[in-house]
């Protein structure tokens, strides 16, 4: 009997702080579309989402931390969306290339912010994290299905076509160079049309 209260106390617990985590990243998404990254504090986004700083901190021990899951969590969102859209659109790997490349491109510009904040912090926020090394797996594998390995270095056309996906190249390109992302998408894509029709 005595377990049986333990176990029903137990997980409402669970239950609540489940809720409480997604409370906190969707308002943390909101206030961060809102006001911007670097504007947000962690009291800030306590206040919103309706949490004490104890249980924020108790899920994100730092705003780096909370930035990681928001990119995560869209991180995942992109992968599952590329598998399913691969699985059900036999399309040509010309197509399809197209579609994952602009889909990256959208991602990136979704999360500039984030990613640029995290990037001060973590050197290897941009492509050659791990989180990211997924894409450049697709990229060859689309490229693989192209038959381009029979005209060219497949491994290096995979790594520049994902090099100018990189967060902080497009961050370069759009700050420094001034080149918006429709120009940077065209770019991107015009490149891809090149390789692929030799």
Request: glycine share 6%; hydrophobic share 40%; net charge negative.
């Amino acid at each position: 009997m005595n377990d049986f209260v333990i176990f029903q106390d137990a997980r409402p617990t669970r239950s609540d702080a489940v809720k409480n985590r997604e409370q906190i990243l969707r308002t943390a998404q909101e206030l961060i579309h809102e006001r911007g990254v670097e504007s947000v504090t962690m009291s800030a986004v306590a206040e919103a989402a309706g949490v004490g700083k104890g249980t924020l901190y108790r899920h994100f021990p730092g705003k780096p931390q909370l930035l990681e899951e928001l990119i995560d969590a869209d991180q995942r969102d992109l992968q599952n969306r590329t598998l399913y859209y691969l699985r059900t659109h036999p399309g040509t790997p010309m197509e399809n290339l197209h579609w994952f490349v602009t889909e990256v491109i959208a991602f990136v510009e979704r999360n500039m912010g984030l990613l640029s904040t995290i990037t001060v912090i973590q050197t290897d926020a941009g492509v050659d994290h791990p989180a990211h090394y997924w894409w450049r797996q697709t990229i060859r594998g689309l490229l693989t299905q192209a038959g381009i390995a029979q005209h060219l270095d497949i491994e290096y056309v995979t790594d520049l076509i994902y090099v100018m996906l990189d967060p902080r190249v497009m961050t370069y390109m759009g700050r420094t160079r001034g080149y918006d992302i429709e120009r940077q998408r065209d770019a991107v894509l015009g490149v891809v049309d090149t390789l692929l029709a030799r």
